[in-house]
């Protein structure tokens, strides 16, 4: 027995003998089990033979009742959610600002914006990058494996290219504008309704700003156009004009588009790429390209509602920016989630209504492939988050906040907008002991 091999079994005339392994008595281990055993038998041949009282069955349904109510519960809990019409204020509120919302990528589909847009683009210096991109990444997919595909085609190439020059050469962040008249810094003064041609040019608001050079004091007027065409003339403006604008430059070189609104005030882009079979990520502002987890993990904001809007409808896509909802969500109390699913349908609906079978077909089939994307995303960052508990658990650590389902990727914080700026939005990098810092301010995109 000095290899540990119990599979022989002890005879019971030699019980009284004491065979050992370590700190263990077997035969006493042997003895008690037994006895364990029999005293079990015994009491439930005890209970059988003993008439209940009415006490007894008394007690004994109610447990059985409260069980069942548990499991009963338990089961209601994980039931499938089904859509369900709005019915209270906020519900209703809500379900009208996502129907508005959703209109905004209709307006990419102008044939005469479509061509304002590809005028400015230089077209050859963006075909030209693309096509050096193209060949690298399918050499590197080369140098691997005959058959290895390379990570993004040529026409992911193509935005690729159009971010970088979007970014570097044509759109202006504005924080301050200067003064109009001698180009100093500006303070601002407020917001001030539009006139009558901003309005018409889709300024909702404008903010008002002086010149602070005392001899001067001149006004500075800076309209939030969310009209593609004035954003297109004027070039400058923050996330709400970038994501606008570059949204519909990528529809212009011929990609599909989403413009994704997030209610903690920040908008940005997603294209399809057909080259992956999946919607990709991307923000002007940041010239950030597939990478969702930026905003929770890099900026340390906290997002309750991320909604993609299309020409072919509208999807909560949140699950793909926020993969640890303890860490980095924030409420979602605008409505139940039922009746999210129900608006969606609802705009999903309106969109594809006069497509044919074969096209709805596809789209069905591109959600059903998208939603499996979305919860494996949110189990890949579970297990990771289990693992790394394991691991500290194991080494004697003190479990930290998870940042994500990666340690390795520093994910930058935002570099757009005065520090200030961020640090009132909560987009100013996670905050010491936590992902997370203030609470965002509305009205600043």
């Not at 050096?132 to 290219?161: M, N, P, T």
């Not at 949204?247 to 940005?268: I, K």
Request: charged share 25%; hydrophobic share 30%; proline share 6%.
């Amino acid at each position: 027995m000095a290899d540990g091999n119990y599979s022989t079994q002890v005879p019971r005339a030699h019980a009284h003998q004491h065979t050992r392994h370590g700190n263990l008595d077997v035969a006493d281990l042997t003895n008690r089990f037994e006895q364990l055993l029999s005293t079990k038998r015994m009491t439930a041949l005890s209970s059988r033979s003993r008439p209940s009282t009415p006490a007894q069955h008394s007690s004994s349904i109610s447990r059985s009742s409260s069980t069942h109510a548990h499991q009963h519960s338990s089961t209601l809990r994980n039931m499938p959610k089904f859509a369900t019409p709005p019915q209270d204020t906020n519900s209703v509120r809500f379900r009208s600002q996502l129907i508005s919302l959703s209109v905004t990528p209709i307006k990419y589909e102008n044939p005469g914006l479509l061509d304002d847009a590809l005028a400015v683009i230089p077209l050859e210096r963006i075909y030209s990058e693309a096509d050096e991109e193209s060949q690298l990444f399918q050499a590197q997919a080369a140098s691997v494996s005959e058959h290895a595909k390379a990570k993004w085609g040529y026409q992911d190439c193509v935005i690729r290219a159009l971010l970088r020059w979007f970014k570097g050469s044509f759109m202006t962040w504005v924080n301050n504008p200067p003064c109009p008249v001698c180009g100093s810094p500006t303070v601002a003064c407020g917001i001030t309704p539009p006139d009558g041609d901003e309005r018409a040019r889709g300024a909702s608001r404008v903010e008002l700003y002086q010149c602070s050079v005392s001899s001067c004091k001149a006004y500075e007027r800076f309209p939030r156009y969310s009209d593609v065409w004035a954003i297109l003339q004027s070039r400058r403006g923050r996330c709400g004009e970038w994501a606008n604008c570059f949204s519909m430059l990528c529809r212009a070189v011929g990609s599909r588009v989403r413009w994704v609104w997030n209610a903690e005030d920040h908008v940005w882009t997603e294209i399809y790429s057909e080259h992956q079979k999946r919607w990709v990520h991307v923000d002007a502002c940041e010239e950030a390209w597939d990478s969702p987890r930026l905003y929770a993990e890099g900026w340390g904001k906290k997002m309750s509602y991320c909604v993609a809007f299309s020409i072919d409808g509208a999807t909560d896509v949140t699950r793909r920016y926020v993969r640890n909802a303890v860490s980095h969500s924030a409420p979602r109390n605008r409505c139940p989630e039922e009746v999210l699913m129900f608006i969606n349908n609802e705009i999903k609906q309106m969109r594809r209504d006069g497509m044919s079978k074969e096209e709805k077909y596809r789209l069905i089939k591109e959600d059903q492939r998208e939603e499996r994307e979305l919860r494996n995303l949110v189990v890949q960052s579970l297990t990771s988050d289990l693992e790394k508990a394991i691991k500290n658990n194991k080494a004697g650590n003190t479990p930290s906040r998870s940042r994500g389902s990666d340690d390795e990727i520093k994910l930058p914080t935002r570099t757009t907008g005065t520090e200030q700026w961020r640090r009132v939005r909560g987009e100013n990098g996670p905050a010491p002991g936590g992902p997370g810092n203030e609470q965002p301010r509305r009205g600043g995109q």
